[in-house]
């Protein structure tokens, strides 16, 4: 087996390792040695596999295109008793957590993460670096754009589009197309509050989505308000 390495030491981090059939090295970095100690990590040990045990969308999104710049093997990393169609398609770097159902012609993402008890359902899309968080159901043909986050036991009906940079509180239940860059909750899902994507320069794409969902916990969801149909 080929050395493997997982990037990150919390609870994520454990949860892939315990996946895996051997024992792997947590690798854990700063943002002033990340840079050298992946490239490290890469040029030393070919062959060897790297496992994104990284939570956030923000810190994962980083971490994967640094890796896949220098090269690096990032297999998915899925659980022994999940499902998964076999016309399904796994991106590289993707995490299937225990229980979870991947379901006909489905596409999963670059890094994304499916979590336990989840159900992607046939020909559903999920863009790069979305996260479905436990308990999580997307009907059949739901289309999700990149760097979503849906929380705990939320659901989507089917044959809905999701845009970009969007975030479903935990819970909610979304019966009609959501555009990019929002924050919906309820049920049915209303709009919390618009998200505004930061610079190009200023962070990575992930970053907003995080910050906002981290701002949305500790002050409350506010006043719900329609989404305009898409």
């Known amino acids: ?22 024992t792997p090295e947590f690798l854990t970095t700063t943002p002033a040695t990340e840079d050298e100690r992946l490239s490290r990590a890469v040029a030393d040990n070919p062959g060897a596999e790297f ?27 899925v659980a022994p008793n999940v499902f998964v169609a ?7 770097a993707a995490v299937i957590c225990p229980g979870a159902q991947i379901g006909s012609r489905a596409q999963v993402g670059f890094a994304c993460i499916v979590n336990s008890l989840s159900s992607v359902d046939h020909d559903c899309v999920l863009g790069d670096y979305t ?19 849906f929380g705990i036991k939320s659901g989507v009906i089917p044959n809905l589009t999701i845009g970009d940079n ?4 935990a819970g909610s239940l979304v019966t009609r197309n959501v ?18 994507p930061p610079a190009p320069a200023a962070a990575s794409p ?3 989505v995080d910050q906002d969902l981290a701002r949305y916990e500790r002050v409350g969801a506010g006043k719900p308000h329609d989404v305009p149909s898409t």
């Open 1 to 22: 087996m080929p050395r493997a390495f997982v990037i990150g030491a919390g609870g994520h981090a454990r949860v892939i390792a315990s996946l895996l059939e051997e």
């Open 166 to 169: 969007v975030v479903i509180i």
């Open 51 to 77: 496992y994104l045990g990284l939570g956030t969308n923000r810190d994962r999104a980083r971490v994967a295109e640094k890796l896949r710049t220098l090269g690096a093997r990032m297999p998915a990393c």
């Open 206 to 208: 992930a970053s907003f």
């Open 131 to 149: 996260q479905v968080a436990a308990g999580v159901t997307l009907g059949g043909s739901v289309k999700v754009g990149k760097n979503g986050f």
């Open 179 to 196: 555009p990019d860059c929002v924050m919906m909750g309820g049920n049915p899902a209303r709009l919390i509050r618009r998200l505004q």
């Open 86 to 92: 076999r016309d399904a398609r796994l991106g590289a």
